[in-house]
């Protein structure tokens, strides 16, 4: 079999919108956001909720989000939308209100493995600080909580890391969206 | 259900070591090698092959790498061995040697989606430069090539966000190693 690089290969084209939308609490590094919002972005996604003093810095990010207008300059495809909140248990509250599947990713009592999870298509990532991860408030909001075994050191996988292997579980689940 | 944040939560343990080696050609920058380093400590991953100027930066691979000495600061795992050689493509004709079955992360001709990929359990998982990918004479030296469906803007990956996708993926098909 030969293989040959193939640059600018044309998208999978999804057979619906995704309804997935990623929540991050106030993060601490706009680095990690901007990264969440490059993966998401190239995955599909159309919604990301920040809170806090959130930023997305377009050199990491790309041309991934939509710039309001939208029109993106090199296609017509939507581009990820960023909207900014204060704190997230109100973006948590507004989002189950809206029938969304609340799903946080963090180690607790009661979590799963995301191994043997199966997402809902109308879900809500739920995406921790970098140091506090989930807030107890918004933790007591969320109907399921997810975590990325951990087998060796350093223990913990970057909040972008985490975000993006838990967008490809979920987008392998769902693969036409 | 209720929710309480655990830290530190006891690793899982692997039946066996990981057989998975990640073999990385010579990358634009240390801070996505660092990120891969992280990752691949995490998911138990005891190789990672840099090729190029190769540095790991610690502060952000934190403490994934073992040291040389076999002793890791606070447990008893062996962490991640890096090992950096000049080229890729020498590194890949030695393990097709040692038995490995050589998966490239790369869209190309005969690329399959890794969403439908059945990986064997001795993989070397190759992944690109940043900007150029993998050169020609290393795709003519791998088994297979995977890539990760893109969805939308901007049509591509960061390649520490890929890899970790990737190996997410190899680790969800071998729970225990």
Do not use: W
Request: glycine fraction near 8%.
């Amino acid at each position: 079999m030969s293989f040959e690089q193939l640059r600018h290969k044309p998208l999978v084209a999804l057979e619906r919108p995704r309804e997935l939308v990623i929540a991050c609490a106030p993060l601490r590094s706009n680095v990690n956001l901007s990264r969440i919002a490059r993966a998401a972005g190239c995955m599909g996604v159309r919604k990301l909720i920040a809170c806090g003093a959130a930023k997305v810095i377009q050199k990491i990010a790309r041309n991934s989000v939509d710039e309001g207008d939208g029109e993106i300059a090199d296609g017509d495809e939507p581009g990820l939308e960023i909207s900014v909140h204060r704190t997230l248990a109100p973006v948590l509250r507004d989002l189950r209100t809206d029938g969304y599947r609340l799903v946080a990713l963090e180690q607790t009592t009661n979590s799963r493995s995301i191994f043997d999870f199966r997402f809902e298509r109308k879900t809500a990532l739920v995406v921790g600080n970098e140091r506090s991860g989930i807030d107890e408030e918004s933790l007591r909001l969320v109907h399921d909580v997810v975590e990325i075994p951990m087998y060796g050191l350093p223990y913990a996988l970057n909040v972008g890391t985490a975000t993006s292997m838990a967008l490809y579980e979920y987008c392998r689940q769902f693969p036409s969206g």
